[in-house]
């Protein structure tokens, strides 16, 4: 049992599973809002030995040195690798904290907020209670059935997004760090990452936090007349080349202002940003609470 349980912002967690903590150690601290330094990341940790946090808020080494009795880093978010994670999982480990996180907890949201969006963008259905439409994205209204889709990231989430659309008809390629077996199998084409962005009508990032695949020289090769989406928790792009290329006609969806980048952006005709995180849903919360209590149940077994 740990002496003490500091969660430093909103976990996300649904309330039977906040009050599972206190099963796991002393102390349980809630914070109601994420902290705005480090130096305030570490004075709410303070002598805790586990930390929770969600993904809105990073957890360095700056903080981590003023707080040596931490030995558990538990990330209510996901967690694919050191690169894109908002906690310092190296310099933790180099101190002997273990650093677990979850994954694939909110995907299907993800997935139905694609489909939702590209079906209304070719349709052109709007919002019927403020009297608004919008124009079908030809002129004229179009299913999915046959339209040429690239995903950049063939991950779970990526997948599933694919799996989705080849239902629904489209014609799936991907680029990804290699090709995947399974995809092939399903008739998904492996593209290098210019000629999908070429190829595609519609171009879907599915990437992990801080990777970024589109600069310049992408953007001239994808061209005009292209639907964007972004489902990852920071921009697949270069700022100048993307305010060029949104420009010109071209849509962009993403679900957050973390995923779009800049909210200059936020009122471009071309950028539709719904500002509420797609993947946060009742049954999301759920898979995410009980990934974090097992982690927890895990590590404690091992000590």
């Avoid at 180099?94 to 907890?105: A, C, M, N, Q």
């Avoid at 950049?152 to 989430?157: D, Y």
């Avoid at 199998?185 to 290098?192: A, M, N, S, V």
Wanted: net charge negative; with cysteine; aromatic share 8%.
């Amino acid at each position: 049992m740990f002496k003490k349980i500091v969660a430093v912002e909103p976990l996300n967690l649904i309330p039977s599973a906040e009050q599972a903590l206190s099963n796991y150690a002393e102390e349980v601290i809630f914070y109601p809002n994420s902290p705005q330094s480090a130096e305030e990341m570490a004075l709410r940790i303070g002598d805790a030995d586990a930390v929770l946090i969600s993904y809105i808020s990073r957890l360095g080494e700056e903080a981590l040195e003023k707080c040596p009795n931490v030995k558990y880093i538990g990330m209510c978010c996901s967690l694919y690798n050191p690169e894109s994670a908002n906690v310092d999982i190296r310099y933790a480990n180099s101190k002997g904290i273990t650093v677990l996180g979850v994954r694939d907890y909110g995907d299907e949201g993800v997935v139905e907020y694609v489909v939702s969006e590209l079906v209304r963008c070719l349709h052109g259905f709007g919002d019927r209670n403020d009297g608004t439409s919008h124009m079908p994205w030809d002129g004229v209204p179009r299913e999915i059935t046959g339209t040429k889709i690239g995903i950049l990231g063939l991950g779970k989430s990526g997948g599933m997004v694919a799996d989705a659309l080849r239902f629904f008809g489209a014609e799936i390629s991907y680029f990804a760090r290699s090709e995947k077996e399974d995809a092939k199998q399903k008739g998904y084409r492996f593209l290098p990452l210019r000629q999908l962005l070429k190829e595609n009508e519609v171009i879907i990032a599915c990437l992990n936090r801080g990777v970024v695949l589109m600069h310049e020289e992408e953007f001239a090769e994808m061209g005009n007349r292209k639907i964007l989406f972004n489902t990852g928790l920071s921009p697949a792009w270069d700022e100048k080349p993307f305010e060029k290329w949104i420009g010109g006609d071209n849509r962009c969806y993403c679900d957050t202002l973390i995923a779009l980048g800049n909210e200059k952006f936020m009122t471009h005709p071309n950028v539709h940003c719904l500002q509420v995180s797609v993947g946060r849903t009742r049954q999301a919360f759920v898979r995410l609470s009980e990934k974090v209590l097992a982690n927890i149940e895990n590590y404690l077994k091992t000590q």
